[in-house]
């Protein structure tokens, strides 16, 4: 199966956007590394609610490295 690259849904943004928020990187703060405790949950939550059907996600799907960049 090809790679498909799955745009992020609004509701997507709003959560990584809210993270952003939250650790301070608006204010010039780091952002948690890819393998934090913060990111790894960020990233199981938007697998959770699955913006799109499972047959259409691959392997990296919303995985924490995604969610890091």
């Known amino acids: 199966m090809a ?4 745009d992020w849904t609004r ?6 956007m809210d993270f952003y928020i939250s650790v301070g990187a ?3 703060g ?13 990233s199981a939550l938007l697998k959770k609610l699955g913006a799109y059907p499972p ?3 691959g ?3 919303r995985n924490p490295n995604g969610v890091y960049l």
């Open 11 to 16: 509701e997507e943004v709003i959560l990584a």
């Open 59 to 61: 392997d990296k799907y």
């Open 30 to 42: 780091p952002i948690p590394g890819q393998s934090s405790r913060d990111v790894v949950q960020l």
């Open 3 to 6: 790679l498909v690259r799955l």
């Open 55 to 57: 047959e259409r996600q």
């Open 26 to 28: 608006d204010q010039g």
